[in-house]
């Protein structure tokens, strides 16, 4: 079966730091990319970042450039993201996604391009 859980998450103060893996199961994600994702409170769904399979390739949304950090350790099937500089608009519920191409390509952000989902983490900034 495959499944993705997200871990990690919680409530930091502004400026402060979060490191969320994503451990997948089920089937071998070193042939996946890998995508985060957010929703905030009344928000759509929006992508964070991407990494491609072999892990050479990153991309990153506008808003979290030079702050998040994507990495992924192919041995342990589990990818990482690092949160530096958090602020109060990162709060939302993230999300980790596996897509069958091993690549993220221009619009990494589709959801429609991912085919697995894991459950969320809550991720809360506030002083």
């Known amino acids: 079966q ?5 871990s990690g ?7 402060g730091s979060l490191r ?18 957010r929703q ?4 759509e769904r929006e992508g964070v970042s991407c990494i491609s399979s072999s892990g050479s390739v990153t991309n990153y949304a506008d808003s979290v450039k030079g702050r998040f950090t994507i990495s992924r350790d192919n041995a342990k099937n589990t990818v990482s993201l690092q949160m530096n500089s958090l602020k109060p ?6 999300y980790c996604a596996a897509r069958r191409t091993s690549y993220c390509g221009t619009y ?3 959801e429609y391009q991912y085919d697995y989902w894991g459950q ?6 506030s002083s």
């Open 2 to 6: 495959l499944q993705l859980v997200e």
């Open 9 to 15: 998450g919680g409530l930091v103060q502004p400026g």
């Open 20 to 37: 969320l893996s994503c451990a997948a199961s089920g089937f071998t994600a070193d042939y996946y990319a890998i995508g985060w994702f």
């Open 40 to 43: 905030a409170p009344g928000k």
């Open 89 to 94: 608009e990162d709060t939302a519920v993230y």
């Open 108 to 110: 990494f952000s589709a």
């Open 120 to 125: 969320g983490t809550q991720v809360t900034v």
